[in-house]
């Protein structure tokens, strides 16, 4: 397929723009043993019985851990300038506290250094998920101590690699930790106690506050930022409904999806909204920790993936494609699929939309601080055709749509840095195995064999351009 940008084309980026795409250590390096690697919480839950589809763990998954000179190689051919990658804790601490691992370090000055020589720099995320098992052994995110140590190891790796890393994202969609891992117990480690976390939220916030710092000792003129996933909650009234009732749903929905991370880190309170259970109580709350999760970063990362429609309903008799909306909202309001939108391969909501007026509103709410998409993407069904080509034309759509809100919104005014998308390469999509695939390039994980797939042509073309290139009228999907 050939992809045309016409001259003068519209939906150009700002110049300057940075394209990448994003990948995470336990998703995709595998060589879970290798050079002094300690266990990480997701190796105990993978392989527990019946956490994990098909029982698949980490253990190999795209072996980039080995692979990466051809996962750079990969990235050059796209064009991309920037690779979103996370470093392994366990790597660098294979015991949690120390002492440091030296193969670890020498593992991503490896993996920076064949990046440079391709002319990519590269965005590091401290934690994407892969706590030391001998952390959680002591309370994990749970425990205040935890935020310390995540500090010494911000520290280490800053002082190792400073000079190689362009930008630094501390964590990685914490409300997805405690959420998934302590909340429901369907993500490692695998905790369902409402108390745990919202003990790990402010633990989490710490963290980076207390990172952030270390980084900025350890890295004159680092770039530090964090990354979250962001929902926008978007509200339907109907003429039956309660529009306070409906308002109310929203600012709950909201607080629980965004201000609960948001709030702390752009203006140093818990979001007033929030259920009470979902906040850490007082006393976990020391002077000067607001402080810290408040000091003013140099960027936010922003992952979307679909919002949260809600409109009003009976929750105790929903209908097709409703849903109780969040806890703590009162009755009267349900989340609902609206009829026009389609959904992804992880039945996702389909809307771009959501997007623009997700980073209208973060522009709102942080005047001029540099944003980048570094998750966008979704998982379809894909499979290479009997010539071998991958024609994964429904993800080509989902990222000309979301490209296309992108582009306005920076012409909008919203200053808008880069997008990373999700994923380089398919990977293991956690508690989801290797069932789902996210990435522009597939892999066949009996070999570990990559194959580009056709989006991956799409997004050269859109950054060979810096700009979005029109589908053909006739797009088949
Ligand atoms: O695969 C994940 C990634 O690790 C974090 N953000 C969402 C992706 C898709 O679920």
């Known amino acids: 397929m050939t992809y045309v940008t016409s001259p003068g084309e519209p939906l150009a980026f700002p110049q300057g723009f940075a394209w990448g795409a994003a990948t995470a250590a336990y998703q995709i390096e595998g060589a879970a ?24 763990t980490g253990d190999v998954a795209c072996d980039s851990y080995r692979r990466y000179p051809e996962d750079a190689d990969l990235l050059a051919s796209l064009g991309l300038s920037s690779y979103r990658f996370s470093i392994s804790w366990p790597r660098i601490f294979p015991t949690g506290a120390g002492p440091v691992n030296q193969a670890g370090l020498d593992h991503y000055k490896a993996l920076l250094d064949t990046l440079a020589e391709r002319g990519i720099s590269g965005a590091a995320t401290l934690f994407h998920w892969d706590l030391p098992q001998a952390l959680q052994d002591q309370g994990g995110w749970a425990s205040r101590d935890i935020a310390l140590r995540f500090a010494d190891y911000a520290a280490v790796v800053g002082e190792a690699l400073g000079d190689r890393v362009e930008r630094w994202i501390t964590l990685n969609e914490p409300l997805v930790v405690t959420d998934l891992g302590y909340r429901t117990g369907i993500h490692a480690p695998g905790i369902a106690d409402e108390a745990a976390a919202a003990a790990a939220t402010h633990h989490l916030l710490l963290g980076h506050g207390l990172a952030t710092a270390a980084l900025r000792a350890a890295v004159p003129g680092a770039q530090v930022g964090i990354t979250l996933n962001l929902t926008p909650v978007i ?37 007033e909204h929030a259920p009470a259970a979902i906040l850490p109580p007082a006393a976990l709350i020391r002077d000067g920790d607001l402080a810290a999760i408040s000091a003013p970063v140099d960027f936010l990362g922003v992952n979307y993936y679909r919002p949260q429609h809600l409109r009003p309903g009976d929750p105790a008799n929903l209908r097709l494609r409703e849903y109780p909306p969040v806890p703590g909202t009162e009755g009267g309001v349900v989340e609902y699929y609206p009829a026009g939108l389609e959904t992804t391969n992880m039945d996702w909501l389909i809307d771009p939309d959501g997007l623009y007026e997700l980073l209208v509103r973060l522009s709102k709410d942080a005047p001029g601080l540099p944003l980048y998409i570094t998750e966008n993407g979704c998982a379809a069904e894909d499979y290479p055709n009997p010539d071998g080509k991958v024609n994964d034309l429904e993800r080509i759509k989902f990222l000309h749509q979301h490209l296309e809100a992108c582009a306005r919104a920076a012409r909008d005014g919203v200053n808008l840095a880069g997008y990373y998308v999700w994923s380089l390469l398919d990977n293991f999509e956690w508690a989801y195995g290797y069932q789902k695939r996210f990435g522009i390039v597939y892999v066949d994980f009996p070999t570990g064999r990559r194959i580009p797939k056709e989006s991956a042509a799409f997004v050269a073309e859109v950054v060979r351009a810096n700009a979005i290139p029109a589908l053909p009228a006739n797009w088949p999907v």
């Open 33 to 56: 043993d290798a050079d002094g690697r300690g266990p990480s919480v997701w190796d105990t839950f993978s392989r527990t019985p019946g956490k994990v589809r098909g029982g698949d």
């Open 235 to 271: 509200v339907t009234p109907d003429a039956n409904g309660s529009a306070a009732l409906l308002e109310r749903a929203r600012l709950v929905a909201d607080a629980k999806h965004n201000g609960v991370f948001l709030e702390p880190l752009l203006f140093g309170r818990y979001p």
